[in-house]
């Protein structure tokens, strides 16, 4: 059992016991931190010299039993250059620096004076979603022990507008939510979360007035999805297909599409994986977790805008209806596709609901996440996402949303050069054609079945799981993709 954790703005510093103000590099505390100082009695230069203290982000001088202040304990926590404007995604690493620096401190009831010049309702939000954000533990499987912190923890943000501060942190914290939502899906093992209850757990969405369709394999075959089928019949857990449509823009205007691939296990298939680290192929489903995610910020944030989330749900299985190297199906474009390696399953699955997306919807756009290909992860490691885009302008806007939200990309090629690769010797195409471009090979595949929309794949099989810890989440799933998303969704098509 992990410590709730309780965020409110209040006007006044209060009497908590624990106080938290800030001061930039080599200068004393300013503003309403310079007064509690004052009360302290205590010479700042001496203080911040004795402790090694220059007030770069990060550093902590943690004050204990002071004089003259109601707080018995009083963090100064570095805020960098005066006068050198933090980008935004620097409070969010704030906030969870800070949340680092309180949880071994097991307090209960903590007020952090945030009132500089830089301070602005919108900031404070990001230190509030950067809270959150480092909270955020997946400890439902484990058994409580006595040592566990429990209980409320407290954060009292004292600002000069606490009204505003309140609006900008639920706008901040719908997606938060999502991200946490999007997090808590991968954690999930795949013995508790197959395709169906993935399916209801996107049916919950319904609460906050999306629309959300649950396709069931009968539907699925009836509209030909042969490619996303045939993933699916190895595992004796059938396949769902559910379409989250949220629709807040005006209802003329065409919606923004998001595709999901939602392996829930990929155990690589007939074509199985080794067992080093297979475990980690719960999270396969990550891009349709980022989806869902997404789906609920916009929706919890009642965004003015028209979206569709479309999550293709299936385990990669062997047995003895396992789809086979060298199967041929046809994919509900009509596409002929040779099964040659059914370990490279994610790109049959998004065929189909690529698709289907864009026969269905005719989306101003399309983009799809997946944790596709081991070869991104050659390519790029754990900090970019790859990036594959047929149309430059929303790509642009792609890879300045990534920057924005600290959730980064890198664009990689497409190109007719590799589509001949993908060339099969039996059918219109092939799903694995060897070692090198892998990652461009799986995109240019995809490719195949956009029917010319504009479109991004965004390969995240280094990003939405097995990343570094960091300021903001210490979880194996990252969430990654949610905020990236909803940054793109806030700076480019909102009305
Ligand atoms: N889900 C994997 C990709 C993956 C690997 C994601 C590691 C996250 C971490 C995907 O389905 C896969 O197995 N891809 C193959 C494709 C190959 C057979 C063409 C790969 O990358 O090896
Ligand atoms: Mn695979
Ligand atoms: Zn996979």
């Keep these: 059992m992990s410590q709730n954790l309780v965020i409110r703005t209040a006007s006044q510093p209060g009497t908590a016991p624990l106080s938290v ?104 939000a990001e230190l509030a979603a950067g809270l959150r954000l480092r909270h955020y533990r997946f400890d439902k499987y484990k058994s409580a022990r006595p040592d566990d912190a429990s209980g409320t923890m407290t954060i009292t943000l004292v600002v000069p507008d606490p009204a505003a501060t309140d609006a900008a942190i639920a706008d901040r914290g719908a997606t938060v939510a999502g991200t946490l939502l999007a997090r808590d899906l991968i954690n999930e093992p795949a013995n508790t979360l197959g395709p169906v209850e993935f399916a209801a757990r996107a049916a919950e969405l319904a609460t906050l007035g999306v629309d959300v369709e649950i396709l069931e394999p009968e539907q699925l075959a009836a509209l030909g999805m042969n490619s996303l089928l045939c993933v699916a019949q190895g595992s004796a857990r059938p396949a769902r297909l559910v379409v989250m449509q949220w629709r807040g823009g005006n209802p003329a205007s065409a919606p923004l599409a998001f595709v999901g691939k939602g392996v829930v296990f990929d155990t690589g298939g007939i074509s ?63 596409t002929t596709i040779e099964v040659i390696n059914t370990d490279a399953e994610g790109r049959l699955v998004l065929a189909d609901a690529l698709w289907y997306t864009q026969d269905r919807f005719k989306p101003r756009f399309m983009i799809n996440l997946a944790t596709l290909t081991g070869a991104v992860i050659v390519a790029l490691g754990h900090d970019h996402g790859g990036l594959f885009c047929n149309d430059d302008a929303l790509s642009a806007q792609l890879l300045g ?73 210490t979880s194996w799933a990252s969430g990654y993709g949610v905020a990236l998303l909803d940054r793109l969704v806030r700076d480019h098509y909102q009305n």
């Design 272 to 334: 199985i994986k080794p067992a080093a680290s297979m475990e980690d192929m719960k999270g396969d489903m990550g891009g349709a977790a980022a989806v869902t995610g997404l789906l609920l910020a916009l929706a919890t944030r009642k965004a003015p805008v028209n979206a569709v989330g479309i999550i293709g749900l299936v385990e990669n299985m062997p047995s003895a209806n396992a789809v086979r190297p060298g199967d041929i199906v046809t994919a509900m474009s009509g």
């Design 401 to 473: 949303a990534g920057l924005a939200a600290n959730e980064k990309l890198w664009r990689l090629p497409l190109g007719p050069a590799y589509d001949k690769i993908i060339e099969s010797k039996f059918a219109d195409i092939r799903n694995s054609a060897g070692r090198p471009g892998g990652a461009i090979l799986a995109a240019q595949f995809l490719q195949r079945f956009v029917n010319g929309v504009p479109w991004a794949h965004l390969d995240i099989a280094g990003m939405a799981f097995g990343t570094a810890a960091n300021e903001i989440n």
């Design 21 to 124: 103000i800030y001061a930039h590099e080599r200068v004393a505390p300013m503003g309403a931190g310079a007064a509690i100082w004052k009360a302290t009695g205590l010479d700042w230069q001496s203080v911040a010299e004795t402790a090694g203290f220059k007030g770069r982000q990060g550093q902590v001088l943690d004050l204990l039993a002071p004089n003259g202040v109601t707080a018995s304990r009083l963090l100064v926590l570095g805020a960098g250059k005066l006068g050198e404007t933090a980008p935004l995604n620097a409070w969010t690493d704030r906030g969870g620096s800070l949340l680092g620096k309180l949880a071994p401190l097991r307090a209960t009831d903590i007020a952090v004076i945030l009132d500089g010049p830089d301070a602005t309702p919108i900031a404070i």
